[in-house]
């Protein structure tokens, strides 16, 4: 028989060369058990970096093929827009008005960008957070006499380390933003935006550390995410207003000295000759804080329960595969999962009866749905309130402006009617849900979308009548025409079937690159491509009976592909 291999490491409560614990006679000489004796933490750490050396050369040697790729495509594609940027200046361009509507926002843009990023932290911590360890790692390395903080810190500080960088970026970019509009020097600029970068990021890693380190605070992050979002909105208001001019002094004080967000944005507010007399003050505030939150989420990264541990392993290796493979929709449905998908309340609705019961059995299941599901409404109202304003900006200003608001404002509205048609989605995504209906999957994916169309419709119509009162009457025929051609490309992409990933190797090189990941966009999203590019010629070129015919063409037309794509799902 064969000797059993050698362990890379002493099992625990085996002695090693540098300190026995045992006397002469074998005994403890400490006089029992202690925990220290199990403690192999610096000798499994250091097998671990012996036998990951060539794999960490490996991903080394990938990240900087991946770098040098990205540096490519920035050079090559942006140094235009630079050369025409830097041009511009040398001509005499005028930013100055567009910086000073920036200064007068100032107070408002801080705390709207602290709530984003707590925002998006607090949500990726449902499902991931700052400490996320390969799945091997969690089921074999904590199961070892390790110290559990020495082996889950080291991950809390890469976050935090990582988290810097765009925040590092984003000061820079705001400074010389600040700097070409004129508002400060780079010399001043630069210093005043340095505590916002390094603080806000870190703040926001902490926050995804608590969430992560207490499973309970998980509902509370569900529960006040569309409050936040609604406050993030009058932020953006309040933002957009100021620069216009009207400004609320007494608010504006309240979020200077509220929090890190007011403490962030007092320095920047002084860069740009306002006032702000007590910066000094609360760039320590900030500071202290900042350190303070950041301690706290070092000393609970060490405590982080197994179980979640796990499950943020599996769901990252879940998401990583699929997107991988081009599947955004596997890959969404593993975040809702994770994240305990969208809160549901118990409405009833009765339901139809009589003869017409059978044709509005499948209306009836949506309207129910979406009552029962009313995150899914609050984004299409987001959404609509977004395409609104985006196409309201650009007929203000006029010129070059007013057909990028267009299309900003039709793509804003595609995502609201997308929003609607989540059962669509769910139906194609198991074709065996269909076998309850009597219907073909063709005609029933066309009944799934009467609510999507109508209730897409009504939103329209109510968001255009700012617009009308402000000049646009033809807004109330455009805003809700456009759901309906929106609804067949949304059902158009919940029949688009998996992902034809062999698209990506069409064509042939050439000096700019291959033209098959294009194609395969192009293939993707299809559907909104087309409804967008004719909807905006329309609307910018087409008188009112024009828009109404191209309208019903083009919804008819994406309606007929759409019910192919879904009878071929069945071959």
């Known amino acids: 028989m064969s000797r059993p291999a050698a362990s890379p490491f002493p099992a625990a409560g085996e002695p090693t060369d540098s300190a026995d614990p045992t006397d002469g006679d074998g005994a403890y000489a400490s006089g029992g058990w202690s925990e220290a004796d199990d403690d192999r933490t610096a000798e499994t750490l250091a097998w671990l970096k012996r036998k990951r050396k060539a794999h960490r050369r490996q991903q080394g040697r990938d990240l900087a093929l991946l770098l040098y790729s990205l540096l490519l495509a920035v050079v090559g594609y942006g140094s235009g827009l630079a050369v025409h940027f830097l041009r511009g200046l040398d001509e005499g361009a005028d930013y100055g008005g567009f910086g000073a509507g920036l200064t007068r926002g100032l107070p408002a843009v801080f705390p709207a960008l602290t709530l984003l990023l707590c925002l998006v932290s607090a949500r990726d911590a449902l499902w991931r957070g700052p400490v996320v360890l390969p799945g091997p790692a969690v089921g074999w390395l904590l199961g070892q006499p390790v110290r559990r903080a020495a082996v889950l810190r080291p991950w809390f500080r890469l976050s935090a380390g990582l ?42 890693v902490a926050l995804g550390m608590a969430v992560e380190r207490r499973p ?23 933002t957009g207003l100021a620069g216009t001019g009207h400004r609320v002094r007494p608010l504006e004080w309240v979020e200077l000295w509220s929090g890190p967000w007011g403490w962030a944005a007092q320095p920047v507010v002084r860069a740009c000759g306002g006032s702000a007399p007590g910066w000094p003050a609360a760039v320590v505030l900030l500071l202290a804080a900042t350190a303070a939150a950041v301690l706290l989420a070092h000393r609970e990264a060490g405590a982080v329960p197994t179980a979640q541990l796990r499950a943020r392993a599996a769901t990252a290796t879940t998401v990583a595969s699929v997107l991988w493979s081009l ?36 209306v009836w299941r949506d309207t129910l749905t979406l009552l029962r599901a009313p995150g899914r409404l609050g984004r299409s109202v987001l959404w609509t309130a977004a395409a609104a304003t985006a196409a309201g900006l650009g007929a203000d200003l006029g010129g070059e402006r007013r057909p990028v608001g267009l299309v900003v404002g039709l793509v804003c ?5 997308g929003a609607l048609a989540e059962s669509a989605r769910v139906e194609t995504d198991d074709l065996r849900r269909s076998a309850w209906s009597p219907y073909r999957l063709r005609g029933l994916m066309l009944q799934h979308g009467v609510v999507p169309a109508v209730v897409g419709a009504a939103l329209g119509l109510l968001a255009a009548v700012p617009l009308a009162l402000h000049g646009s009457p033809a807004a109330l025929l455009d805003m809700p025409l456009c759901a309906f051609p929106f609804t067949a490309a949304a059902l158009y992409g919940a029949c688009r ?29 299809a559907g909104p491509l087309v409804a967008v590019t004719v909807l905006a010629l329309t609307l910018s070129y087409g008188a009112p009976a024009t828009v109404v015919t191209v309208s019903v063409l083009l919804t008819a037309l994406i309606a007929s592909v759409a019910a192919r794509s879904a009878t071929k799902l069945l071959t």
Do not use: N
């Open 497 to 525: 079937g998996p992902a034809r990933t062999q698209l990506m190797f069409l064509g042939g090189g050439s000096p700019i690159g291959s033209p098959g990941p294009l194609i395969y966009l192009a293939w993707y999203a």
């Open 413 to 417: 509205g595609y995502l609201a009617v």
């Open 327 to 362: 599947e955004l929709r596997a890959a969404k449905l593993a975040l809702l999962d994770a994240a305990g998908g969208d809160a549901t309340r118990m409405v009833r609705l009765p339901p139809p009866r009589g003869r017409a019961a059978r044709h509005l059995a499948v």
């Open 216 to 238: 309970d605070r998980a509902a509370t992050v569900r529960r006040w995410t569309a409050p936040a979002v609604l406050l993030l909105a009058a932020l953006g208001a309040q």
């Open 163 to 204: 988290a810097l960088i765009p925040g590092v970026l984003g000061g820079i970019a705001g400074a010389v933003l600040l700097r070409v509009t004129g508002q400060a020097s780079i010399g001043s600029a630069l210093p005043a935006v340095l505590p916002a970068a390094l603080c806000l990021p870190l703040l926001a």
